[in-house]
Each structure stands twice: as structure tokens, then as C-alpha cells.
């Protein structure tokens, strides 16, 4: 019997397909997983304080990061008009629902760290094995 993952899927509508393989492109970057993150746990942030939650990431990586989610209506971004400019950003229904869905790679990591740690250590085993 065949592995369930090799299964043929069933014939899509190809614009159905750019969506996602654009979705996946926007969301499969690190910095906006771990935004999903942190706005999932902290509703309401300002921009400094995901720079701040998002060790590495530059203030231009986090500007684009934000625009992409905001243009993939993942996440709205609210200017009051004070002095100085106070922005807020927050998850739509949709980037929680992105992050719903994601919780599941969270899940599978957890329950598999063990066995990918272990073919690590046997793939970094075999190369120190062979010749080059």
C-alpha cells in the first residue's frame, strides 16, 4: 500500500496554485513565522517592541517583513496621529488563522526533535566516514 504523502493529489485550478505557492513564499520566511508568533501572544505591538522580540532581524527586514504580512492581509497596521507618530500592529482573522495552521509544524517538531536530531548525528556520521 502506497504512503498516504505519495498519493496523487487531485487536479487544482491553477490560479489556486500561484496562491499558494505566494502564500507559502510570504509565510515560510523566518521572521514572519516568528511575527505570527509574537503577535499571536502579544495582540497589540509596536515596532519596537517586535524589533525587540525578533533578535537579528534588522529594521529594514522587520519594515518589509511587516509590509508583506500587511499586504497579504495577515496583519493591519494602525497610525495614530500624535507626536511622535504612535504605530500599532496586530494579526487579522486571517494571520491568526495562519498561525492556527502553523501551530501544527510547532507540534511535529516537538514530537519528532528526537528522531531528526539522531539522523543528524548519523548523516554528520556518514560524511565523516566517506571519502570526499
Known amino acids: 500500500m502506497p504512503h498516504p504523502a505519495a498519493r496523487q493529489p487531485a487536479p487544482t485550478d491553477p490560479a ?16 514572519t513565522m516568528l511575527l505570527i508568533e509574537v503577535l499571536t501572544e502579544r495582540p497589540c505591538c509596536r515596532f519596537g517592541e517586535l524589533a ?6 534588522s529594521q529594514k527586514m522587520l ?5 508583506g504580512m500587511e499586504r497579504e492581509g495577515l ?4 497610525v495614530y496621529p500624535v507626536v511622535p507618530p504612535k504605530v500599532e500592529y ?27 536530531e539522531q539522523a543528524r548525528r548519523d548523516y554528520a556520521a556518514r560524511q565523516a566516514g566517506s571519502p570526499p
Open 16 to 31: 489556486v496554485d500561484r496562491l499558494v505557492e505566494e502564500i507559502i513564499g510570504r509565510v515560510a520566511d523566518k521572521w
Open 90 to 116: 496586530r494579526l487579522t482573522d486571517l494571520g491568526l488563522s495562519l498561525g492556527e495552521a502553523f501551530c501544527g509544524v510547532w507540534l511535529w517538531a516537538a514530537a519528532n526533535r528526537a528522531t531528526i
Open 63 to 67: 519594515t518589509q517583513t511587516l509590509r
Open 75 to 78: 496583519a493591519t497596521r494602525t
Open 52 to 57: 525587540r522580540a525578533c533578535p537579528g532581524i
